[in-house]
């Protein structure tokens, strides 16, 4: 249990939920790593079917569908969990996919470390093709505000440098 201790003090540095809150997050992240799935469904998963399968899926489905998340809170976790040194490169980029019968199409802002880019912010665009200059710029501007002082080597682009 040590382990999860450091894990919710880690989470506690960064989110101000409440420690019922952080507990639940920190069992979740550890359930997920351990079953290598993000599959909630309660007839699949091994996630939901561990000890109280329908109350464990209940508890699942409700922290995710009813407790705002604050995405800025989440940004400023990751790169600080991430200790990447700056400046940073940036990555901004948009993928396209299917879920099922789900379509979904994300404009996502980056830090690229070691040919890996770490996920800072991103937005669900509500519609097929690519990203408009607004939502782009509303991006930068994001991360402008959360990470005032960020030295930044460059921005590329889906399509190549930008400068």
Not at 33 to 52: C, E, G, H, I, M
Not at 70 to 96: C, G, H, K, Y
Not at 107 to 118: A, D, P, T, Y
Not at 128 to 147: A, P, Q, V, Y
Request: aromatic content about 10%; charged content about 25%.
């Amino acid at each position: 249990m040590p382990q999860m201790n450091r894990l919710q003090a880690a989470l506690r540095a960064h989110l101000p939920w409440h420690g019922a809150r952080l507990t639940f997050l920190a069992l979740f992240l550890v359930a997920l790593f351990r079953v290598d799935t993000v599959n909630l469904d309660q007839r699949s998963s091994v996630l939901a079917n561990r000890a109280k399968p329908e109350s464990n899926y209940k508890r699942l489905t409700r922290f995710l569908r009813e407790f705002p998340v604050d995405f800025d809170d989440m940004a400023r976790a990751i790169v600080s969990w991430s200790q990447i040194s700056q400046p940073w490169t940036l990555s901004l980029d948009r993928t396209n996919g299917s879920f099922g019968s789900v379509h979904f199409n994300i404009l996502m802002l980056g830090i690229v470390h070691e040919g890996v880019v770490f996920p800072v912010f991103w937005t669900m665009l509500d519609k097929r093709g690519n990203s408009n200059r607004t939502e782009r710029i509303d991006r930068l501007e994001r991360f402008k505000r959360e990470f005032l002082n960020a030295k930044v080597r460059c921005l590329m682009g889906g399509t190549g440098l930008l400068r």
